[in-house]
T-cell receptor, first 111, second 115 residues
Framework: GENVEQHPSTLSVQEGDSAVIKCTYSDSASNYFPWYKQELGKRPQLIIDIRSNVGEKKDQRIAVTLNKTAKHFSLHITETQPEDSAVYFCAANSGYSTLTFGKGTMLLVSP | EAQVTQNPRYLITVTGKKLTVTCSQNMNHEYMSWYRQDPGLGLRQIYYSMNVEVTDKGDVPEGYKVSRKEKRNFPLILESPSPNQTSLYFC??????????????FGEGSRLTVL
């Protein structure tokens, strides 16, 4: 089955800095890669996703890049703000009807 | 309001006492799924369902049962809970019929402690 590795497990940045979270996947047939944000005590919520026919996607301060050859994808957050502090999960689909999640990255943005 | 509703939100129980966590969605989604979240392990899928009366095992199905008698409901059943099932549980539904190519809408979570 699919295996998704996510790094780093924790990331501390100063407000205004950029943050990058990286994920690798094992199944070359995977074609959908979402990112979820989970604030403390809340449910995970989709923030951005990318499909395999696209190399990069942006939404305001958030961007995701995909390298199918290397089987890795990354989340980039620019001009970080304290409200960006949360746990971020990457995921990749595998086979049929399954999304495999990474173990998560706790992002702390200090004022 | 479109939502996924889980109950109970918090539960403390004892080993062996059967319990059910209910999940209901009002978005007419065909796909529903259960995940458990444990520190350092991320979100792991327990069971999923692509339609009424159709359920399949995820990555960690041992000790759990599910049923899908109605489109909107997908209860998670722990027949004989054990302490290793202490966890935070999330129900989710998706517009994507297969659940793997579209947004997952999560419930608020159910924190279960088994003593």
């Amino acid at each position: 089955g699919e295996n998704v590795e996510q790094h780093p497990s924790t990331l501390s940045v100063q407000e205004g800095d950029s943050a990058v979270i990286k994920c690798t996947y094992s199944d070359s047939a995977s074609n959908y890669f979402p990112w979820y944000k989970q604030e403390l005590g809340k449910r995970p919520q989709l923030i951005i996703d990318i499909r395999s026919n696209v190399g990069e996607k942006k939404d305001q301060r958030i961007a995701v890049t995909l390298n199918k050859t290397a089987k890795h994808f990354s989340l980039h957050i620019t001009e970080t703000q304290p409200e960006d502090s949360a746990v971020y999960f990457c995921a990749a689909n595998s086979g049929y009807s399954t999304l495999t999640f990474g173990k998560g990255t706790m992002l702390l943005v200090s004022p | 309001e479109a939502q996924v509703t889980q109950n109970p939100r918090y539960l403390i129980t004892v080993t062996g006492k059967k319990l059910t966590v209910t999940c209901s969605q009002n978005m007419n989604h065909e796909y529903m799924s259960w995940y458990r979240q444990d520190p350092g392990l991320g979100l792991r899928q327990i069971y999923y369902s692509m339609n009424v009366e159709v359920t399949d095992k995820g990555d960690v199905p041992e000790g759990y049962k599910v049923s899908r008698k109605e489109k909107r409901n997908f209860p998670l059943i722990l027949e004989s809970p054990s302490p290793n099932q202490t966890s935070l549980y999330f129900c989710a539904s998706s517009l994507s019929r297969t659940g793997d190519t579209g947004e997952l809408f999560f419930g608020e979570g159910s924190r279960l402690t088994v003593l």
